[in-house]
């Protein structure tokens, strides 16, 4: 394993810049944005209907993949036979507290079937498997032994790690990332959508920098409009050549709310990047009330040195 990285001090860690997230605007258009989408419905309640709904949004969009619970295997591969569209199954959704065993078995048993009914061979679905994460802060070797079994088992489809980073500490999140970077796993996913907070541009860029320009990086969580997919762009993919589906996606169950409005943030981009954010709706640090004690004091301490602590006067330190 790698030695642990320094934490850095700043707060906050992103620092958006107008010249910059302007020219990122204008290089994208809705169809662009459309191909790094996963449209995706884990719900519990999720019946054929919404499935073919999803599909033809993908279809006539150009989205990436389908992102569904593991039973849709049946219905899926038919219904994206023949289409460019990936079929994506998240393992062990929400909690990832299967053991390596039974998680290596759904994923071999996910892979062939798809195989079966898709007929199409190699190369048409991912997995984004949830790890342990309460096994990674007992052990970090077992969540690098669960990844790699996870990929053993997926006989060369491409893996994406949930690793639930709103449970994570902001070291915890650099240790996490270590190990995805040494696994075999293709993707770093931040959260399975039903964490107490989602995606955070903070947590993308640390995960970016850590996992470097041989991975992929997955935002997940409360993505439904396109200035929010172009900040966590430009926190996770800040260079053109990570500017690709095959290195950067957006997990969202809102595809066609980013996808129209696009159009309005290429039609008014700087008045859409001059109205800003309350930088604390941005940062996980904010996010803390469901959370243990041990992130949120960690939490509330970097609050404390943040230049945009007014924001949070009333917060209790």
């Given at each position: ?91 062990d959704f929400p909690l990832g507290k299967m053991d390596i065993e039974m998680k290596a078995a759904l994923t071999s048993h996910t892979v062939k079937k798809s195989r079966e009914n898709r ?106 409009d396109a200035m929010t997919s172009m900040r966590l762009m430009y926190a996770g993919a800040p260079h053109e050549s990570l500017q690709t589906p095959e290195l950067f996606r957006l997990g ?66």
């Amino acid at each position: 394993m790698k030695q642990d990285k320094e934490i850095p001090t700043q707060t906050p860690l992103v620092e958006f810049s107008k010249e910059k997230m302007n020219k990122l605007v204008k290089s994208f258009t809705p169809d662009k944005l459309a191909s790094f989408l996963d449209v995706t419905d884990l719900n519990a309640d999720t019946q054929s209907p919404k499935i073919n709904k999803m599909v033809g949004w993908a279809k006539n969009f150009g989205c990436a993949s389908i992102c569904v619970n593991p039973v849709e295997v049946d219905i899926l591969p038919g219904l994206l036979k023949r289409s460019s569209v990936k079929e994506c199954y998240v393992l062990d959704f929400p909690l990832g507290k299967m053991d390596i065993e039974m998680k290596a078995a759904l994923t071999s048993h996910t892979v062939k079937k798809s195989r079966e009914n898709r007929g199409e061979g190699k190369g048409k679905i991912d997995l984004d498997m949830v790890i342990n994460v309460g096994r990674f802060k007992k052990d970090p070797k077992y969540t690098l032994e669960e990844i790699n079994a996870i990929c053993e088992a997926a006989d060369g489809e491409h893996i994406k790690v949930i690793v639930r980073s709103a449970e994570l500490t902001e070291a915890e999140l650099y240790k996490v990332s270590e190990v995805v970077a040494e696994s075999k796993a293709h993707f770093i996913k931040n959260s399975t959508g039903m964490d107490a907070y989602g995606a955070m541009p903070e947590h993308i860029q640390i995960m970016r920098e850590v996992v470097g320009a041989s991975k992929g990086v997955k935002a997940a969580g409360g993505i439904s409009d396109a200035m929010t997919s172009m900040r966590l762009m430009y926190a996770g993919a800040p260079h053109e050549s990570l500017q690709t589906p095959e290195l950067f996606r957006l997990g969202t169950s809102k595809p066609l709310q980013i996808i129209t409005s696009m159009g309005w943030l290429l039609h008014n981009t700087n008045d859409w990047i001059d109205a800003g954010v309350i930088p604390c709706t941005i940062c996980p640090f904010h996010h803390t009330g469901k959370l243990r004690v041990e992130i949120r004091e960690a939490s509330n301490r970097r609050c404390q040195t943040c230049k945009f602590k007014e924001y949070r006067k009333h917060k209790e330190f």
